[in-house]
């Protein structure tokens, strides 16, 4: 069964600092890989996806993710951080394999961002 | 394109109490999914539809729980008999079938079971 780790619960950086957010999956195939953001409250709202190629993926806001197969990680990271940017961030892994669709998730990190 | 939409956004109701909330998914779309988040945790997958077909449900979708699409549109999620454990946020999301299939979240509907 797939799974997500998220290991870190919750991060605090200073507005402008960089940021990278941890994200370890556990698939026995080529994993298709996501990152969600949520604000409180409110629904998820969809970062950057992996399905194949580059592994170095862009998405909104900023942000962008790696993808190494070697560590079964896919990172997030933002160069410079903005107060908005505070949020609960999740990783999800999707096996896309004959009619399963489901996405399973990590269990989220917060940020908090200090003026 | 107008996103995915879920109502109610709120809901409280007593234990005991049946409810329903109703999500309507990007216009294009054929599939829909209906995900369950307790505090603190991301979501759990709940179940799916390919157009009006329910395809998969998870073991946490006990039978007090029941979810249509019935003309491959908008899609309904039906708890009877709510107990305090049902206190969640209830997402639905929906995609467009491909090779890169990628689920678009709604709102959410809170659900407080007193």
């Known amino acids: 069964a797939q799974s997500v780790t998220q290991p870190d619960i919750h991060i605090t950086v200073s507005e402008g600092a960089s940021l990278e957010l941890r994200c370890n999956y556990s698939y026995g195939a080529t994993p298709y890989l996501f990152w969600y953001v949520q604000s409180p409250g409110q629904g998820l709202q969809l970062l950057l996806k992996y399905f194949s190629g580059d592994t170095l993926v862009q998405g909104i806001k900023g942000f962008e993710a790696e993808f190494k197969r070697s560590q079964s990680s896919f990172n997030l990271r933002k160069p410079s951080v903005h107060w908005s940017d505070a949020a609960e961030y999740f990783c999800a892994v999707g096996p896309y394999s004959g009619s399963a669709r489901q996405l399973t998730f990590g269990s989220g990190t917060q940020l908090t961002v200090l003026p | 394109d107008t996103g995915v939409s879920q109502n109610p956004r709120h809901k409280i109701t007593k234990r005991g109490q049946n409810v329903t909330f109703r999500c309507d998914p990007i216009?294009?779309?054929?599939?829909l999914y209906w995900y369950r988040q307790t505090l603190g945790q991301g979501p759990e997958f709940l179940t799916y539809f390919q157009n009006e077909a329910q395809l998969e449900k998870s073991r946490l979708l006990s039978d007090r729980f029941s979810a249509e699409r019935p003309k491959g549109s908008f899609s309904t999620l039906e708890i009877q008999r709510t107990e305090q454990g049902d206190s969640a946020m209830y997402l639905c999301?929906?995609?467009?079938?491909?090779?890169?299939?990628?689920?678009?979240f709604g709102p959410g509907t809170r659900l407080t079971v007193l």
């Open positions: 216009s294009e779309h054929n599939r």
């Open positions: 999301a929906s995609s467009l079938d491909g090779p890169t299939d990628t689920q678009y």
